[in-house]
């Protein structure tokens, strides 16, 4: 294992050398960059021998892994933001055909105003599109999760798509150590690609012809359900097997810190969960039973896990980087709903933070953890807050 | 020009679900006898999209990637990518698609792969129009024509607009070989097909396919109609090879009156606008022919690099 000093962007592109990546389709976009021109040096120089296609857009992007995925390719790429949202008709091709194509998603904000700093809007609209989608909250982790998910994605009884995000610029372009890990380690944990089915000349079969109403469209649609429903235990089965390897593994589909006896915990995604940890060392060490739930992984949602945590803490606060206009943050409405069927539901409150970027400080996150003990005994003050929003008579 | 015999192989079957007189039916078959099984075809959102057959029937012989409506050229790509990396070199990659997801909707992803270079063939089967969902006017869609979404009505408002050229986009792409072909002419569509085969890099053949709904024909005028369109220059036979033309003249060629009044979709036309429609016909095929007088008069080989 060689320790590197890399950012987010460069730990992606080491995951899909070490993944052996065959296929990589890219278009580049900010913050993304630096991923897709680290893996062009690594097939310059030959130390990953794959094919790089240089497509002119994010829909050709992942129309080229698709097609390179159905051919028996490993494959790999990379985007952001629009880039995501204009592949979003083929990433719905690539569940439908069940390639297990894996991507990393640089979380940012969408237009307009132009923002290119981190948002989850662009990753949690792809929610019902069938892939894996996994947070990530450092670049080790990154690192790690993208080789984890090909060995999930492509177990012949999941055979889905996945990605793995990582916040703009916070993980992107922040340099950390990680550890490298030796590629014949990552090789006698993932094996090469052999998928059941792919076009193949010498057994031609049509990939993705018409279905009626009264064949097979609707089974093969509830094979992608049961499919995603099984890569729960996978994932963790797979995340159980990478810590014998490395030592390291990221708590499953929940990764929870200090919810044992708690008082009030905050749920969220990404980097803000890292200043949340800080936030509750300090709250803990002066006698406040508070904790975090962190998100890891939005598809399959951790619905189970949650439920657990749910009978055991009182107050959560969900803390979403985004917001579904005329509803409410993605997350909070997603944890309320997984929390419905308990009869002694916890409280819940919706915090919308750092939204296009701006800041998540340790002072923000101990004011809503301030909030939530004191809704914990007075009851619920408002179901929904915009934190740290700039009033029009102050900006 | 020199007659062919057809290969006899057969890899499309009966039992597709194309109508009477499909000329995108003949072109298909044509092809697959041309190229032979080891093939791989992407075909986006277009009529052949679904008369392969329903799922789990399939009347074509190879392997076939069924894909979104824009990403033919980039599935091809991604097709060609893979089996490179597995070391699988003797299959043709062909992208196959109507006129409206190669000239319309699909042409950035045309641009892309023609402009990487990409190891593939990419038919487009020209029917004139988006056939598969009901007769729409496309970019490819000639100048005069009536469609359900160009119908004319008591403002005379058919196609006003001259159709796009595919091969001349091409061209100006610098592609290695560029090719119009009629399914009215097997010999010379199975020839272009295995001449593009032979050269390495893209390749782009556009194949004009009457359509008997959409142009409001007989289907047993399938083959008449598109010797008429060649022989009337309204569709130009020609290949383009490294830049230099090589056109097809016919014999003697055909007023555009009598390919035009064969058509419902141009029944509506008056004296002046079929005389209009000639003048632009002429017009063009005069170009063309300079075009390869210009490209054949200089020896390109040297200048267009590698």
Known sequence: MVKKLINGNYAASYASKLA??????????????????????????????????????????????????????????????????????????????????????????????????????DSISQRDTGWMQFYSESTQELLDTVIMLYKVAESPDILLPGFVTEDAFYLSHTYEPVDIPEQAMVDSFLPPFDPPFKLDVDRPHGLGSLSMPHQWYMEM???????????????????????????????????????????????????????????????????????????????????????????????????????????????????????????????????????????????????????????????LDREKEWVDLKRPEVV | MAKLPLPAEENLSPGHMGCPGCGACIAMRLALKALGKRTILAIPACCWAVMPGVYPYNSIDVPVLFTAFETAAASASGIRAALDVRGIKDVNVVAWAGDGGTLDIGIQALSGAVERRDDI?????????????????????????????????????????????????????????????????????????????????????????????????????????????????????????????????????????????????????????????QKLVDEEWELLLKKEEMSQREKPADSRGP
């Open chain 1, 20 to 121: 052996r990546a065959q296929v990589i389709a890219a278009y580049p976009i900010t913050p993304q960059t630096n991923v897709v021109e680290l893996i062009a040096d690594f097939v310059a120089s030959g130390e990953m021998k794959a094919k790089y296609i240089c497509v002119e857009s994010e829909h050709s992007a992942m129309a080229a892994c698709i097609a390179a995925s159905a051919t028996g390719a490993r494959t790999f790429t990379a985007t952001s933001s629009q880039g995501l949202l204009l592949m979003h008709e083929l990433l719905h091709w690539a569940s439908g055909a069940r390639l297990p194509i894996v991507m990393v998603n640089v979380n940012r904000a969408v237009g307009p105003p132009w923002s290119v700093w981190a948002d989850q809007t």
């Open chain 1, 221 to 379: 649609r509830y094979n992608i359900a049961e499919a995603m429903d099984l890569s729960r235990r996978r994932i963790l089965e797979v995340e159980r097997e990478w810590r014998e390897l490395t030592g390291r593994s990221y708590g499953g589909l929940l990764d929870e810190y200090g919810t044992d006896g708690a008082d009030a915990i905050i749920a969220c995604a990404g980097t803000a969960a890292s200043t949340a940890r800080e936030v509750v060392d300090d709250m803990r060490k002066v006698g406040k039973r508070v904790g975090l739930a962190r998100i890891r992984c939005l598809r399959p949602f951790p619905t189970e896990e949650l439920r657990a945590l749910g009978r055991r803490v009182p107050v959560i606060g969900v803390m979403d980087r985004c917001y579904t206009f005329g509803d409410g943050g993605p997350l909070f409405t997603e944890i309320k709903s997984a929390l419905y069927q308990l009869r002694d539901r916890p409280l819940v409150k919706n915090f919308v933070a750092g939204v296009g970027g701006r800041d998540i400080t340790m002072k923000t996150i101990e004011k809503m953890f301030e909030n939530l003990l004191r809704i914990g005994s007075s009851g």
């Open chain 2, 121 to 277: 063939i990419y038919v487009c089967y020209d029917n004139e129009a988006y056939m598969n969902t009901g007769i729409q006017r496309s970019s490819s869609t000639p100048i005069g024509a009536w469609t359900t979404t160009t119908p004319g009505g008591s403002t005379g408002n058919w196609k006003r607009e001259p159709k796009k050229s595919g091969v001349e986009i091409m061209v100006a792409h610098r592609i290695p070989y560029a090719a119009t072909a009629c399914v009215s002419y097997p010999e010379d569509f199975v020839r272009k097909l295995q001449k593009a085969a032979s050269i390495r890099g893209p390749k782009y053949i556009q194949v004009l396919c009457p359509c008997p709904p959409g142009w409001k024909s007989d289907p047993e005028k399938t083959i008449t109609i598109g010797r008429l369109a060649v022989e009337s220059c309204m569709w130009p036979m020609y290949e383009v090879e490294n830049g230099v033309y090589t056109v097809r003249k016919p014999a003697k060629r055909k007023p555009v009156s009598e390919y035009l009044m064969m058509q419902g979709r141009f029944r509506h036309l008056k004296e002046e606008d079929i005389e209009m429609i």
